[in-house]
């Protein structure tokens, strides 16, 4: 896996990285297209199925969901699939997308406000960004649920739903150590570079956490070689996960830092940095043979493909589905009354209050398992991976 390859480059480009650079979040190619087969809920993973019993207790109320962007695919997937499962229950859905442009979301918010929902979920583009459109929310008397992203600096949230963040890392950090045998490496080193997620984004420092908890050792001893240098969240955080901007840092770290010397392991975290790394790879001459470890986050349909075909070595599977159907029995908790089912009161400080969290349990998938996990789950056709 190691020194296998010695890249020759013309030309050794200036490192011109801003940590945290801004950037489109255009995705540049493998571009997202299909969404999940079925947005039924409580069927997709091994979590307890809760809530949406048919019906239509929610039959008179509207509900507004801002989420952030279309450029990746599971954003589209979780406002579509909270969509169909409000309306199943009667409820009249307005769902918008910010298109990763804080002022874009507000400004959505506002009209939802004025439309007079009666509840709003928000996934965040900026997290902390949101407290006066909060406030006017709560002025109005609309509750809101914070969606995948915690809602920060806010009194004005009631409940959250989201996966396990910092499991995230974990796993994803698990998945690495165990792939390399990391306990056992003696002597033995991999050069490793990190790709992480946006700083405005309150899940992406969790995540960073997670990983560490399990790499920092294999980091601080030595086995871990991370020839940029670049390791703090602060130094590899990438704004609105942005992977246009994860394909530049890639590319100019392989310029800058790997002319020589062969990259092991792209670790980041998210699919769209995951195809950013792809492209510079290939553009810097890797291929099949000397293909670094690529880890990512949320099984894109493309994501999901490139496992297959081992352009992309694991990503976690983040049931929208299931996470969809999380927040619609919060959303009936602060219309109906009704209790929804909270298994987190502590790890979710927002800086004003601990916010009551349901957290799903994220799941690796590889090579390996995705068949099982994404298709006979239902989460994918086969035709959607071919
Ligand atoms: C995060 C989320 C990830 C990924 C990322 C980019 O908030 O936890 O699963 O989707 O946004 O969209």
Known sequence: MKKLFALVLALAMALSLVACGG???????????????????????GEAATPTEGGSNLAGKKVGLAMPTQSSERWINDGGNMKSQLEALGAEVVLQYGDDDVQQQVSQIEAMIAQQVDALVIAAIDSGSLTTVEQAAADAG?????????????????YYATFDNKGVGVVIGQYVKDALDLENAGDQTYTCELFMGSPDDNNAL???????????EYFENGTLVVKSGRTSFQDTCILRWSQETAQQTCENY?????????LDICLTAFDGFAYGCKAALTGAGYTAEN????TGQDCEV?????IAEGWQTMSIYKDTRLLAEKCVTMVQ????????EI??????????????TYMCTPVAVDVNNYKEMLIDSGYYTEDQLK
Do not use: C
């Open 23 to 45: 950037g489109s979040s255009k995705p540049a190619e493998d571009k997202p297209a299909d969404t999940p087969a079925s947005s039924a809920a409580g069927e997709s993973s």
């Open 142 to 158: 609309i509750p809101i649920i914070a969606y995948d992203r915690l809602l920060m600096d806010t009194p004005n949230v009631d």
């Open 206 to 216: 969790f995540l960073y956490n997670g990983i560490m908890e399990v790499l920092g």
């Open 254 to 262: 392989l310029a800058s830092f790997y002319a020589g010397e062969h």
């Open 291 to 294: 293909w670094p470890i690529i």
């Open 302 to 306: 493309m994501a999901t493909k490139n």
């Open 333 to 340: 908790a602060v219309l109906l009354g009704t209790e929804p």
């Open 343 to 356: 298994n987190d009161e502590e790890q979710y400080n927002n800086g004003v209050k601990v916010v009551p």
